[in-house]
């Protein structure tokens, strides 16, 4: 799968050591003009669906996991790759002090009808829910919220608005 960006944390001075890796799937759905996102009220950014590979999981069964917990939309057909990006930030475990993490999207076409999210307890706690969105209008909110954020910000709203922002520039010229 092409890759889409590298990214490290500017907290990150020294990549060596222990790391703890983990695989993520991200789905990108697209309904007429609007895109499919997940909006997160504690940290007000907009966020593809999707979350980490269980170890017994291949990527398309855990994209599909996945989008039915988080976005409430069931995968129907053949998801198509789009791109990869793999990332280095701070750990909270002290035993791993390093999460390198890569993160594959996949486009997805979903059956109309929704079904119930089933969303995990910090998520619900996080104030997080799908919604169908303008792809510009995320990634001028995005954006904005990138502008006033304080540099320890992680790194997952740059990671989600870099891939935004390939995506629209992808539509732009199709």
């Known amino acids: 799968m092409r890759l889409i960006a590298d990214l490290i944390h500017p907290a ?7 790391k703890l890796h983990r695989q993520a799937v991200r789905g990108i759905v697209l309904r007429d003009d609007k895109i499919l ?3 997160t009220e504690r940290y007000d950014d907009f966020s593809f669906p999707g979350g980490g590979i ?13 989008l039915h917990e988080e976005a409430g939309v069931l995968v129907v057909g053949q998801p198509q790759p789009f791109g990869m990006v793999s990332e280095y930030q701070p750990y909270w475990k002290p035993q791993w002090p390093i999460m390198y993490q890569k ?14 999210t089933k969303m995990e307890h910090y998520e619900i706690a996080n104030g997080m829910g799908p919604q169908w969105i303008k792809l510009d209008d995320a990634i001028r909110h995005n954006e904005k919220v990138l502008r ?4 320890t910000m992680g790194l997952s709203i740059h ?4 891939v935004l922002k390939h ?3 992808e ?3 199709a």
């Open 167 to 169: 995506l629209a520039d």
């Open 12 to 18: 990150l001075q020294d990549l060596t050591g222990d």
């Open 103 to 116: 993160s594959y999207w996949y486009q997805c076409d979903v059956a109309v009808e929704s079904v119930a």
């Open 148 to 151: 006033e954020a304080p540099a």
């Open 171 to 173: 539509l732009s010229v």
């Open 37 to 39: 996102l997940l909006y």
């Open 54 to 66: 269980d170890e017994h999981e291949d990527h398309l069964s855990a994209l599909k996991r996945e």
């Open 159 to 162: 990671r989600e608005t870099r």
